[in-house]
């Protein structure tokens, strides 16, 4: 039973008990009036329960204030329950438990546990208290942040001793308890299916089965990703994620098997996050096919589809939602090449989404709020000004997956089922990742200009992806040159399950990179001023320049390949995440482009 709602039935369990005292004392006092009137004992049993009356009214507002208090306001129900009843209160019998020798103590400890806690989950959120490593510029970041009301004295206290990043489903959408919330995934720890049908065409179908039900923890930023690689990877399990990956991967090519249930990794209770979705799009850009692929600078580092996880629990039961609107807030298309500061409007066009699309769901999509918190952002940071229009239109392309979601209707007794189909999923171990992906294309102008549209979850920033066009039909030719791969997987960080290209010719590739330049200049105004000198964009802004510009200089000088730089160093520009190819592979094994 979850935290609040044995809180709950205690509080009521107060009441009851207390108004049914009430009543028989009543009813004592009647009688005693009736039979005893007059009499001493009668006098001093009605003073009595006069008192009793008197004290009844204060006793049950106390309750009901305490009831309201707790119950009733998120942020108190949710502080007293992770750092009361889980990080004080469990983590203390969980010290005592692990004494190697047995004591009354440890016995009284592991048998509290048993009967109030899971040990499992709960360990899990007492671990995640304490912040992991972060990337470098990350940590030294969170240690200058400064949250908006909330006064400097009370954060260094709960800093000292962290956020949990593993939380309780019904936890995650408590955004303003949860500084840095970013998105809502639920981790599955139940096996996952794929089922496969071959119809008498020998046409194969896929359908991934996920059952959301009694599946009660989850994650809500960054940091949480990175606690669940501190906590699972190693070297050993590693190489077991890249096996399981693998044997995905070629059941959904050439394997003659009917299913595939993932539950390899029971034993080391490996859990997935979901949602996570977006699409693959596809630009017709100067009479020839592209892939559209952002720079992901966390890992795995490399090029990345405009995908991400869901935002709330109507996402991550209605894919929809999330896949168009991870394509609105990603993929921002301008009329023209944008110049820092420039004086003149730009013209973002706003995709015209497709029409099998239910108008409610169009209505979640086209998030007008965020638009504004970009156009906002890009005013303030780079001097632009943009003007929104709708154009161009995307078009879904047909795939033989879809996916299959099962979870409790809102009276939690009923089941209810959601199907989406014309997708690709992807099943990524390594990442605790399953990706559903939807294959668009659309028509891009020989004028416009791509630029990234996500904003970082830690400051109000812009996270500025540069962006690659890669051929599709020079990925094709890679693809059957090499009997069905583009590239060799890579098994060791920050490149865990990406594949690494050879090479790319310089007319096979389309790169809009302004956002670099953007870079730059911003970082300059930030170090111009004392205040936002340590800011955390700024901490970011240098970590990537300096990890990553000289490879994006290096091919912005000319008609230059991309290749390695030299043999000892890994260009990251080569990187393919494991996403991006697994999806690239299975179009064109199935001839979806």
Request: net charge positive; hydrophobic share 40%; proline share 4%.
């Amino acid at each position: 039973m979850a935290f609040s709602e044995g809180l709950k039935n205690s509080f009521i369990a107060a009441q009851k008990l207390l108004f049914t005292l009430f009543c028989l004392g009543q009813v004592v006092a009647i009688l005693w009036g009736i039979i005893e009137e007059g009499q001493q004992t009668g006098i001093l049993l009605s003073q009595f329960f006069n008192f009793f009356i008197l004290a009844y009214l204060p006793i049950a507002v106390l309750i009901c204030v305490i009831y309201i208090l707790i119950l009733k306001v998120p942020k108190v129900q949710l502080y007293l329950y992770y750092y009361v009843w889980i990080y004080l209160l469990f983590g203390t019998l969980k010290r005592w438990s692990q004494n190697q020798k047995p004591t009354v103590k440890s016995r009284s400890a592991n048998w509290i546990i048993s009967k109030f806690f899971n040990d499992f989950y709960d360990s899990h959120v007492l671990r995640s208290f304490k912040m992991p490593d972060l990337p470098s510029g990350y940590a030294e970041a969170m240690q200058i942040i400064s949250f908006k009301k909330v006064k400097k004295k009370f954060y260094d206290k709960i800093l000292n001793i962290g956020r949990p990043v593993f939380v309780r489903r019904e936890h995650l959408t408590e955004i303003k308890f949860w500084y840095n919330w970013a998105f809502t995934s639920v981790l599955l720890f139940n096996p996952i299916l794929i089922q496969k049908q071959t119809d008498q065409h020998n046409e194969k179908a896929f359908t991934l089965k996920v059952n959301l039900m009694n599946q009660s923890y989850g994650i809500y930023n960054n940091a949480g990703k990175h606690y669940l690689r501190e906590a699972y990877q190693n070297k050993e399990f590693n190489d077991e994620c890249l096996k399981i990956s693998e044997d995905i991967h070629q059941f959904l090519g050439n394997d003659n098997r009917t299913k595939c249930e993932i539950n390899s990794l029971e034993s080391l209770k490996i859990p997935f996050r979901w949602a996570s979705g977006g699409v693959i799009p596809i630009a017709n850009y100067k009479n020839r096919k592209w892939f559209v692929l952002f720079f992901r600078d966390i890992p795995p580092v490399g090029w990345n589809i405009a995908n991400g996880a869901s935002g709330s629990k109507e996402e991550y039961k209605d894919l929809h939602k999330l896949i168009y609107r991870e394509f609105l807030e990603e993929v921002i298309i301008l009329n023209r090449e944008p110049k820092w500061g420039t004086k003149l409007p730009i013209k973002q066009k706003i995709v015209i989404f497709p029409g099998e699309l239910p108008p409610e769901v169009r209505d979640s999509v086209l998030n007008r709020r965020f638009l504004k918190k970009h156009s906002d952002l890009r005013k303030q940071h780079d001097g632009l000004d943009l003007e929104q229009i709708d154009s161009p239109e995307i078009k879904t392309l047909s795939t033989p997956f879809e996916a299959e979601i099962t979870y409790h209707a809102p009276n939690l007794k009923d089941v209810e089922t959601f199907r989406i189909q014309n997708i690709i999923f992807s099943i990524n171990p390594t990442e605790f990742g399953i990706e559903i992906s939807r294959p668009v294309c659309f028509e891009l102008k020989d004028s416009d200009y791509l630029l990234d549209g996500e904003i970082w979850e830690v400051e109000f920033a812009l996270i500025r992806q540069p962006i690659i066009l890669l051929s599709v039909e020079w990925l094709k030719t890679l693809y059957q040159k090499n009997s069905g791969s583009i590239g060799q997987v890579i098994n060791e960080q920050p490149y865990l399950g990406c594949k690494v290209l050879n090479e790319v010719p310089f007319n096979e590739f389309q790169l809009f990179d302004k956002d670099i330049e953007f870079r730059r200049k911003r970082i300059a105004i930030l170090e111009e001023d004392n205040i936002l000198k340590k800011s955390m964009e700024a901490v970011r802004i240098r970590r990537w320049i300096d990890t990553y510009d000289t490879f994006f200089k290096h091919i912005k000088s000319g008609s230059i390949d991309i290749k390695k730089i030299d043999e000892n160093q890994i260009n990251p520009l080569l990187m393919l995440c494991p996403v991006t190819w697994k999806n690239i592979e299975l179009m064109f094994k199935y001839k979806i482009l």
